[in-house]
């Protein structure tokens, strides 16, 4: 019996957090799309940091080919003679 009124309790206050007003405003934003807005360029720079490196473009270059694929362990190049070449 006592296990029963634990029950009904239990679930009487489950029944009360649920129907109490929510406290918190939400903030919904509206925005009108057939307005005219001022145009805001967006630089790379204002969100990460950001650092550029020069790729080498000449005979020279390690891979004399077409870069496939880049992860992050792994460079699969083709090779001009259609060879397939992965760097670790």
């Known amino acids: 019996m006592?296990?029963?009124n634990v029950v009904v309790v239990l679930?009487?206050?489950?029944g009360w957090s649920?129907?109490?007003e929510n406290?918190?405003?939400v903030d919904i934003v509206t925005v009108d799309i057939s307005q005219n807005y001022p145009k805001?360029?967006?630089v790379l720079q204002d969100f990460?940091?950001?650092e550029y490196i020069p790729?080498?473009?000449n005979d020279e270059?390690?891979?004399?080919g077409d870069v496939m694929a880049i992860d992050n362990k792994y460079i699969v190049v083709r090779s001009y003679e259609k060879s397939v070449i992965y760097w670790k």
């Open 2 to 4: 006592k296990r029963i």
């Open 11 to 14: 679930f009487l206050m489950l």
């Open 18 to 20: 649920g129907c109490r």
């Open 23 to 25: 406290s918190g405003t």
């Open 40 to 42: 805001k360029e967006l």
């Open 48 to 50: 990460m940091d950001v």
């Open 55 to 57: 790729l080498e473009t």
């Open 61 to 64: 270059f390690i891979t004399q």
